[in-house]
């Protein structure tokens, strides 16, 4: 559809093409998303090359395709453990920071059962990293999982195995609290 609009051929089209391109195929787009979206393509004549906008969706789409696979890995390891997420996130945490580096990370995965080549690794960097910095905390790593669960109708309650969540008499432990605490500022 992006190509039908592009009468001249030089893979560029203008912003009000784009959002109806756009709004037909995914209707209840937002508009800002879809400015967005047209903004990181956008050339000096303001005009959007729509073939960079179909190769980096097309990049996106095969990012996903490996993320799903680890992440179906991940559930069946993680269903099959009496371990929490927290707790494998803070045994990966060696310096105790309230992050991963990309090697704790690994180390992490590995613990899901879940070993990754250097391009799988960052497919899955460019959705956990929600902020950029290279380093994952344990927020974003919980936000990514929850995410996938949703996606499958499940919720980390159906997967709750931690003494992280309870103690024998029924309440949070304090210290826990504190420590989990940490990992959300």
Known sequence: MLMDRDTLGTDRIRRIEFQNVLQR????????????????????????????FLNMYLEYKNKRKVVDTILETMYY?????????????????????????EKEFQ???RKFGVTLSNEQLDALLFFVDLNG????????????FDGYLKSQNKSMDDLA?????????????????FKAQEYFN
């Open 133 to 144: 910095n290279k380093l994952i905390n344990y927020k974003e790593l919980r936000t990514f």
């Open 25 to 52: 195929v995914h209707p209840k787009m937002e508009l800002d998303i879809i400015y967005s979206l047209f903004k990181d393509h956008q050339d000096s004549d303001d005009k959007c090359n729509y073939r960079q």
């Open 107 to 109: 180390d992490c995965l």
């Open 161 to 177: 195995r931690s003494s992280y969540t309870r103690n024998p008499q029924g309440y949070w432990g304090r210290d826990i609290i």
């Open 77 to 101: 390891k993680y269903s099959s453990s009496d371990v929490s997420l927290f707790e494998l996130f803070d045994e990966s945490d060696r310096n105790k920071d309230g992050n991963l580096d």
